[in-house]
Every structure is written in structure tokens, then in C-alpha cells.
Nanobody, 124 residues
Framework: QVQLVESGGGLVQAGGSLRLACAAS????????MGWFRQAPGKERQFVSA????????FYADSVKGRFTVSRDNAKSTVYLQMNSLRPEDTGVYYC?????????????????WGQGTQVTVSS
């Protein structure tokens, strides 16, 4: 069982930055691929970024490529999402997820554990 707790969300103006963190419980964190997803009101949960267990591989949605950076610190059992040049369309609840089905996964069905989410609001 893995428990995930996100933090770092908030209100920011367009063009600003935020850094999200997702702290995981358990001693097997490095064996899990981690993903970030977001969900805007009335919309489906959308893939944002993923990182492999070792951190060697990363993948991004086209909409955030070049602006967001995912990283992880396995010693701290934490994954991060650095978000720069934020836009109003980045607004939503951001969730982190953990899974072992694939090293890098973009579908929600490939993840077994989810955090409670953290709100990110970007004002224009």
C-alpha cells in the first residue's frame, strides 16, 4: 500500500511558477513509476507528466512540454513538478499517482495509487 500526499498548489498569476511535491509512504518508492495528472471542472482527468522509478526517463504532455519539469528524490520518497510560465488553462486539481505496470504511463488505468490532489489556479 502506498499513500501519496500532494502539496504546493495555490493561486498564481499567468507567467508565474509553482512547484508541486508529492510525498509517498513506504520503502519501495523507487520501484514505482510516478505520474502527474490534472483535472479542470467538468473535464476528464488529463495526463501531465510521468517519470520512471529511477528518474532516468520522463515524458510530458505536449501542452506542458518546455514549461514543466518532473523530478524525483527517491531518498526522500518524493516526486516534484516544477511548473513555469503558467497559463490560465493550467488551472485545475493536480494529482500524483504511483504504478508498477509500466515505467512510464500516460493512462490513469496504469496507476494503482492516487493522492488527494492539490488545487492550482492561474489568473489572467
Amino acid at each position: 500500500q502506498v499513500q501519496l500526499v500532494e502539496s504546493g498548489g495555490g493561486l498564481v498569476q499567468a507567467g508565474g511558477s509553482l512547484r508541486l511535491a508529492c510525498a509517498a509512504s513506504g520503502r519501495t518508492f523507487s520501484t514505482y513509476g510516478m505520474g502527474w495528472f490534472r483535472q479542470a471542472p467538468g473535464k476528464e482527468r488529463q495526463f501531465v507528466s510521468a517519470i520512471s522509478g529511477s528518474g532516468a526517463s520522463t515524458f510530458y504532455a505536449d501542452s506542458v512540454k518546455g514549461r514543466f519539469t518532473v523530478s524525483r528524490d527517491n531518498a526522500k520518497s518524493t516526486v516534484y513538478l516544477q511548473m513555469n510560465s503558467l497559463r490560465p488553462e493550467d488551472t485545475g486539481v493536480y494529482y500524483c499517482a504511483a504504478g508498477r505496470k509500466l515505467p512510464i504511463a500516460t493512462l490513469t488505468t496504469n496507476y494503482d495509487y492516487w493522492g488527494q490532489g492539490t488545487q492550482v489556479t492561474v489568473s489572467s
